[in-house]
């Protein structure tokens, strides 16, 4: 098992994806943009986060999320934002509306 990346927007949308399918990490303007893409791909895109911060914290989440991911076991879950139990990897997350948006596409991963 490897690293998995934990988003949960409190109204039952959620996504876990491994850590190795991170492509960037995007921040400004108060908002942190994940991008995800498959093992084994050509870059495609097939999923994306949008995280809310503090006013002014973007940089330090993108930072905070990239250390996070770097860090610990390969084998652990990293709740980066969960909503419905109020979990941040980052105390810069907009408590209780810290995940915007959860994109997946599914069609994409297995085309």
Do not use: H
């Not at 409190?10 to 850590?19: F, M």
């Not at 908002?31 to 895109?45: Q, R």
Request: glycine share 10%; proline share 2%; hydrophobic share 45%.
């Amino acid at each position: 098992m490897e690293k998995l990346l934990y988003f949960n927007t409190g109204t039952e949308d959620s996504l876990a994806v491994p850590a190795s399918c991170l492509y960037l990490i995007d921040g400004g303007n108060d908002v942190v943009t994940l991008y995800f893409t498959p093992k084994g791909s050509n870059g495609s895109l097939i999923s994306s986060v949008v995280l809310n911060c503090a006013n002014g914290a973007s940089d330090a989440l993108v930072l905070a999320i990239a250390q996070a991911c770097a860090g610990g076991r390969q084998d652990e879950v990293v709740v980066v934002a969960d909503d419905a139990n109020s979990v941040y990897v980052d105390g810069a997350i907009t408590a209780g509306a810290g995940v915007g948006t959860i994109t997946a596409d599914v069609t994409v991963a297995f085309s």
